[in-house]
């Protein structure tokens, strides 16, 4: 079921955040400002966090766990930054000294524009 269908109380800006953090799979991250590009602004980077901060869906159907900072870091998280880190090793994110290996996990944009 898509995450529109699920609440009709949020926002159309949130839910599209929601659906597309949803396509983020195990072991890749997104950053902020990809989600905000995909939405149609890299200007709404601060609004998507905003947005995932007060997610009101469980994490494996709104994973924002998985949203970092373009700069590799892991960024902000309801239940800290280390619970964040965590969640992301658990999942196959590689971290090293702190900053996630973006070659690596950072997903192609791209699939967040064409996953159905």
Do not use: W
Not at 21 to 39: C, D, F, L, T, W
Not at 95 to 105: A, D, Y
Request: glycine share 8%; hydrophobic share 35%; net charge positive.
């Amino acid at each position: 079921m898509p995450v529109s269908d699920f609440n009709s109380k949020l926002s159309n800006f949130k839910k599209r955040v929601y659906e597309i953090v949803s396509k983020i799979p195990k072991g890749y991250v997104a950053s902020y400002s990809q989600i905000a590009e995909v939405i149609g602004s890299k200007n709404y980077a601060r609004a998507v966090g905003n947005a995932l901060h007060v997610n009101p869906f469980p994490r494996e159907e709104v994973p924002c766990h998985r949203v970092v900072k373009s700069n590799g870091e892991v960024g902000g998280y309801a239940y800290g930054s280390y619970v964040k880190t965590n969640m992301l090793i658990e999942e196959g994110v590689e971290i090293i000294n702190g900053k996630i290996n973006l070659e690596k996990n950072l997903i192609n944009i791209n699939l967040l524009k064409n996953r159905g």
